[in-house]
Structures are given as structure tokens and as C-alpha cells.
């Protein structure tokens, strides 16, 4: 693994189902973070952590939860898919806020 | 108001053209700025930190006013290659998490 990777990397879900976005990174960076970009639109915090063992809410975390048990996972569930869902979801890392975020290559999901 | 606010674009230059772009934010208390580029559906990439004093990377020159609370990206010498949306980013005045403004697309033509 160099960086960080995402997967799946699309995927086509019926509404109403259960899905976790992955996210692996190798960089050691304590800080990780998920976003949605809609078409268009710029890039929006769905959930956060800034170091293993503690999360926090973004701007737009409501239908999605995230776990963070160590440095280098950080999972995005959606416990119950809906069609408003459907966005390119991002994860991110940072060392420090000094540093800047490293991006993903981003899953697309659709969720009929 | 936008806490990071850009110009709303879209740019459309020749090569060889200097374009820049200005950003706007409102929290004084940020702390780090960035530009971010990111080409159509791709992950946002890194461009370069913007500090005080000023930094240069090649074609590109970015510049921080704390005081009028804005940075700026300037590109020379265009290049069809530079066409893209480039990101503005400010971290650190919102419980250390990065805030982006909505992107400025770059379009460059032959």
C-alpha cells in the first residue's frame, strides 16, 4: 500500500441497505476524515478523527457513522442507504493540520 | 456568509496567459492555508501551503493577506495541463478540521 486507498471503488446499492466504505492508509497520519462531493458542488465533512479512538461530526454526518480502532483504518458506514446518498465519497489524512490532506481515490456510490 | 468563499469563475484563458485567483475567508483564527487542484473526477491533489511571506513553485506564486483575509494563486505561462478546479483551504479555526471553498475552474485552450 502507498498512501491511501479506497474501496470499493464504485458501487451500485439498493436503498435501504447496509454498506462500509473503506479506508486504509499507511502514511501514520493521525488524522483522518470523510467527505461527499456532489456533482458540481464542493467537498463536505461527513465525520472525522484526529487521532485512533476518537470521532467527530462534520458538516453533514447524519445517515453515516465511522469507527477509527486504529491509526490506519477509518470506515464509513451507512446503516441504511437512500438515494440521496448517491455522491463520490472521499477519505482523507493528515499528519497535522500544517501539513495539508492527502485524498483518496474516492468511491462512487449509487444508491437506487 | 462562506466561511471560504472563491471567485465563482469559470476561467477561460489562452496558453501562455497569468490567471489568478483570489480566496476569501472569515475566521481569523485560521491557521494554515492551502490550494488544492483537482481534475474532473478525481481526488483533490496538494498544490502547494501558502505562507506570510509568500511562496513560489515554478508557475505558480501563492500569497496570504491575514489582515484582508484572503490568499491568492497566480499561474504564468499557462499550460493546456493547468486546466482544472483549484481548491482554496483553510485549517485550523473550526476545532482543527480544514474547510474548502466550493473550487474555481480553469479551462486552458490552444
Known amino acids: 500500500i502507498a498512501g491511501i486507498t479506497q474501496a470499493p471503488t464504485s458501487q451500485i446499492l439498493a436503498a435501504g441497505r447496509r454498506m462500509t466504505l473503506r479506508c486504509t492508509q499507511d502514511?501514520?497520519?493521525?488524522?483522518m476524515y470523510w467527505y461527499r462531493q456532489d456533482l458540481g458542488l464542493g467537498l463536505r465533512l461527513i465525520h472525522y478523527?484526529?487521532?485512533?479512538?476518537?470521532?467527530g461530526k462534520g458538516e453533514v454526518p447524519d445517515g453515516y457513522s465511522v469507527s477509527r480502532a486504529n491509526t490506519d483504518d477509518f470506515p464509513l458506514t451507512l446503516a441504511s442507504a437512500v438515494p440521496s446518498q448517491t455522491s463520490v465519497y472521499f477519505c482523507a489524512s493528515s499528519a497535522d493540520g500544517v501539513a495539508g490532506q492527502f485524498f483518496g481515490p474516492g468511491t462512487r456510490l449509487t444508491v437506487l | 456568509r462562506k466561511e471560504v468563499e472563491q471567485d465563482p469563475g469559470p476561467f477561460n484563458v489562452p496558453e501562455g496567459a497569468t490567471v489568478a485567483f483570489n480566496c476569501t475567508y472569515s475566521n481569523s483564527a485560521s491557521q494554515s492555508f492551502f490550494w488544492y487542484r483537482q481534475d474532473c473526477r478525481k481526488e483533490p491533489k496538494l498544490l502547494m501551503s501558502v505562507y506570510s511571506s509568500g511562496n513560489e513553485d515554478g508557475r505558480f506564486t501563492a500569497q496570504l493577506n491575514r489582515a484582508s483575509q484572503y490568499i491568492s494563486l497566480l499561474i504564468r505561462d499557462s499550460k493546456l495541463s493547468d486546466s482544472a478546479t483549484y481548491l482554496c483551504?483553510?485549517?485550523?479555526?473550526?476545532?482543527?478540521?480544514?474547510?474548502f471553498g466550493d473550487g474555481t475552474t480553469l479551462t486552458v485552450k490552444p
Open positions: 483551504v483553510v485549517w485550523g479555526a473550526n476545532a482543527g478540521k480544514s474547510t
Open positions: 502514511m501514520r497520519h493521525n488524522a
Open positions: 478523527s484526529n487521532t485512533a479512538g476518537t470521532t
